[in-house]
């Protein structure tokens, strides 16, 4: 399927802060976080979780049901329909089209039956195609998609609406699996356990499924669940379901069809284990230079059901080893960066946590495990051992979801002897309760940091916060229009350093001259809280939304969330438009026009934001994106440009983007982006590019190269702050930053069998900088730019950087039986920023990292799954 994200800037990976920020950071929201419904290429926003009973309110809705019966002898699952148990269930083969046209007839018929035993539920699905050899049949690992035939099924359990699993399969035999919540956000890193086959025949090709009950949730012996089946067919760029799903209505788990006449079921066994064993051969540094021990780890996870609607998931010693590392990354912004949560436990059922909207930040699970806060020598721990952690999920008879997520972590010591991280104990509980069939919540969240702090480590973290998170949601008018709004209190205490510490740290700011609060040295807790709304139209080709957000001076969620701006008033509100059917030169299209102000909570402007965006599939199924930014038009301000200093007036500042992506369908897949953008009169200014592509030599072999380039302007970068803190001899000091910057990643893949595959990743990583016209601030909010700043350091300027880095792996997996798996991994790190600063130099700074000294790791994990 064709790109529609945007701006590609931000595989750049650098974060700066000042005029040309908006050039790293210009793609919408949309294109981060969790996988939604758009990433299968459906409505780009959803979800109205519409039930049965209240499906005729609905112009268009209609529910479908169809029926499994129990079978006397099991299927044999072979990829072959020709079981006697298939012979006697009923077919199922009313699809529709939904791309591109909604409501179409599809070209290919296809027939759906299921039946169950007392353990297991059976899906065979037929796709009819009268040119079998034209099928799209290609090998991958479990869990990567590609630009195959496939087939899906999706299943909710509780038929609450809301929530759901989807199990998928390519004619090759590919397994690929999901999660959904809230009605449309997938979450693609469950791995249930279930069987499946494929096989391509004379009329086309045969998906089967077997899917132990065991892996589902659901109430009683008898249920009835949500069903659904969709179909790709690769080389027409089309897809059908049944029931009929329609873009225009949004939502994807609320629009399913039922499947009924399932009785006398159980569950099966209610635990489940994983034991594992891990051993590896590392690279450590030392005060005589470097070592490589020996480590052997083990471990267990356990999912064990409390009661038929209760599940507790724990894991003793885990590990939470990556397979995929984190992308290399160049802050030069006062503000943390955001990475991608990538550990299983915490990736698998997180749905109920997640509130939706802008109240994600609350849980951020990647502070569990984190880089220990102290951390001063690159001998010092990397990151923070997890002791153990339990999640206890379900839903109560009443319809009332509940979770309850605890992680230990350990004390980690640095080579000074010195606490880097203290032990640590965190706790989130949540409560939902869903109304009208799912188009009514009303939710809370609460959150509680406790650290067992010694004297040396209470000098500079606190000691613990608590979070209260309130949080609504309404849909009506014909589930057309959603009302939601949430409102969050929180509290952090500690020593009064800590506490001092909080109040001057890159979120608050309190130092700053024109603050609407002061910084007291005496404190010894800090609060505050948040509250916003939005309203939305959420039906039909054209949508809009109006969003508010009012969060006080005070707010610290960021001990086990992620919000770094508080003291912030803002209002956004976005139209958007896409096509229902395809036109003149288009399959799809979907354009919005968005505003965003900001403005501190004593009513100082502080950011606006204008974009506009358009994004094409057309006819030949390229891809098309365009995206204009207008930002800090007006009379605005930067609060945190300084690092505590005073509030900087800014001028406008404009960008252009364009995204290009070629026919999936191809051996060769180009992938170009460009973007410009230019500020401050013309004094700041960047421009970069990103091009790469996908190859797909045969089935069993692909490969992905991506080189990103960015030249990068900034007149306005933050060098440091000089004289005494929090007094009007500081010097708030600027200057003009040359930076070039050239990443490169690299991606093979050999899959042998759906089981067995191979990938190797690398991905070096360079970006230098000079310094020039070292200034700071005079009249910083003066209407004239150059009044703003005046001359500092004489005729010196900062020294430059140099920043390099190189990650790379490869990775064997073999899942030898369902559940079970190896993996054989080999990583190589290289670091190096202290060699030829200044300048960029392409052969002389790739030649530097690669005589840096390699941090490499050899590990082994295999993992055996048990269900007694």
């Not at 010097?731 to 490169?744: E, S």
């Not at 970006?767 to 010196?796: C, H, I, K, M, V």
């Not at 054989?824 to 052969?843: E, K």
Request: proline residues 5%; charged residues 20%; aromatic residues 10%.
């Amino acid at each position: 399927m064709s790109c529609f994200v945007p701006l590609r800037a931000a595989a750049l990976r650098i974060t700066l802060l000042g005029t040309l920020a908006i050039a790293l950071c210009a793609a919408p929201a949309r294109a981060q976080g969790p996988s939604v419904a758009r990433t299968e290429h459906l409505a780009p926003r959803a979800a109205a979780a519409t039930a049965a009973a209240t499906a005729a309110a609905i112009p268009g809705a209609t529910t479908m049901s169809a029926r499994a019966v129990r079978a006397t002898v099991p299927p044999v699952i072979d990829g072959h329909d020709d079981d006697p148990a298939w012979q006697v269930a009923p077919p199922i083969d009313d699809f529709k089209q939904f791309t591109p046209v909604e409501d179409g007839d599809p070209s290919f018929r296809t027939e759906v039956r299921a039946t169950y035993d007392d353990r297991n539920l059976y899906v065979v699905v037929r796709a009819f195609d009268p040119h079998p050899d034209s099928i799209v049949s290609l090998l991958s690992r479990r869990d990567v998609r590609t630009n195959s035939d496939q087939l899906k099924i999706i299943i909710d359990g509780y038929l609450d609406r809301r929530t759901a699993i989807q199990l998928m399969l390519n004619p090759a035999g590919v397994k690929r699996d999901a999660s959904i919540y809230s009605d449309y956000v997938e979450d693609m890193s469950w791995d249930g356990v279930w069987d499946g086959a494929a096989a391509v025949d004379s009329l086309g090709w045969v998906a089967e499924f077997r899917l132990p009950f065991s892996q589902l949730r659901f109430n009683g012996s008898t249920p009835t669940f949500g069903f659904g089946v969709w179909r790709d067919i690769a080389r027409r760029n089309e897809r059908a379901a049944w029931p009929a799903f329609r873009q225009s209505r949004q939502g994807l788990v609320s629009q399913l069809g039922t499947l009924e006449g399932i009785t006398g079921i159980q569950r099966g066994s209610r635990l489940e284990l994983l034991p594992y064993t891990v051993t590896k051969n590392v690279t450590e540094a030392n005060a005589d230079g470097w070592r490589h021990p020996q480590k052997v780890t083990a471990g267990v996870d356990l999912k064990y059901g409390v009661t038929p609607n209760l599940t507790l998931d724990a894991t003793v010693n885990p590990d939470f080893g990556q397979v995929e590392v984190d992308p290399a990354i160049l802050n030069l912004s006062a503000f943390e960066v955001r990475f991608e949560e990538r550990r299983p436990f915490f990736q698998e059922g997180v749905g109920l946590f997640k509130c939706g909207g802008p109240c994600e930040g609350v849980f951020y699970t990647r502070r569990i495990g984190r880089t220990p806060q102290l951390r001063t020598s690159e001998l010092d721990p990397s990151g923070t051992t997890i002791l153990g952690a339990t999640k206890l999920t379900g839903r109560l008879h009443n319809g009332l979801a509940v979770g309850l997520v605890e992680a230990m972590t350990g004390r980690e010591v640095g080579v000074d002897g010195q606490t880097v991280e203290p032990q640590t104990n965190y706790l989130v509980g949540r409560l939902v309760k869903e109304m009208r069939q799912g188009r009514s919540q009303l939710g809370t969240m609460v959150t509680a940091t406790n650290r067992n702090l010694d004297d040396y480590s209470a000098n500079y973290l606190r000691r613990d916060a608590y979070n209260l998170l309130l949080q609504g949601l309404h849909r009506f008018g014909r589930d057309r229009w959603e009302l939601m709004a949430y409102s969050g209190f929180n509290r952090v205490s500690g020593s009064e350093q800590a506490i001092a510490l909080t109040q001057l740290n890159s979120v608050h700011f309190y130092q700053r001259p024109d603050h609407e609060e002061h910084f007291d040295s005496t404190r010894t807790s800090l609060g505050g809280n948040v509250v916003a709304a939005s309203i939305s139209k959420i039906g039909g080709a054209v949508r809009w939304n109006t969003y508010v957000r009012r969060a006080s001076a005070g707010l610290e969620l960021n001990d086990l969330g992620f919000v770094p701006t508080v003291n912030d008033i803002s209002v956004r509100n976005e139209a958007s438009w896409q096509a229902l059917r395809p036109g003149a030169f288009y399959r799809r299209s979907f354009s919005f026009i968005s505003t965003e102000n900001h403005w501190t909570t004593g009513g100082l402007p502080s950011g606006t934001r204008v974009t506009a965006h358009s994004s094409f599939e057309l006819l030949n199924s390229w891809g098309v994106a365009l995206t204009y930014n207008v930002n800090d038009w007006g009379v605005s301000h930067c609060v945190a440009c300084a690092r505590g200093g005073p509030a900087v007036r800014q001028g406008p500042k404009q960008e252009l983007g364009l995204n290009v992506s070629g026919d999936p369908r191809n051996v060769l897949v180009p992938k170009l982006a460009f973007y410009g953008g230019v500020g401050d009169g013309g004094r700041s200014y960047s421009r970069g590019a990103t091009a790469g592509g996908e190859l797909r030599i045969a089935s069993r072999f692909s490969m992905a190269v991506e080189a990103a380039y960015s030249g990068i302007n900034n007149d306005q970068q933050w060098i440091g702050n000089y004289g005494a803190l929090l007094s009007d001899t500081t010097h708030f000091t600027f200057a003009h930053l040359d930076q070039t910057t050239l990443g490169i990643t690299t991606r093979l893949n050999w899959t042998a069998s759906p089981r067995l595959s191979l990938q190797l990743y690398a991905s070096p990583f360079v970006s230098t900088g000079d310094f020039r016209n070292w200034r700071e601030l005079g009249d910083p909010r003066a209407e004239r730019y150059e009044d703003r700043y005046r001359p500092y350091g004489g005729q010196s300027n900062p020294d430059g950087f140099s920043y390099k880095q190189f990650n790379s792996n490869a990775v064997l997996r073999w899942e030898y039986r369902p559940g079970s798996t190896l993996f054989l991994v080999w990583q190589q790190g290289r670091l190096q920023s202290d060699v030829s600063r200044g300048a960029f130099d392409f052969s002389r700074d790739y030649r530097d990292l690669f005589r840096a000294h390699p941090d490499n790791t050899l590990l082994v994990k295999v993992s055996y799954w048990l269900n007694p």
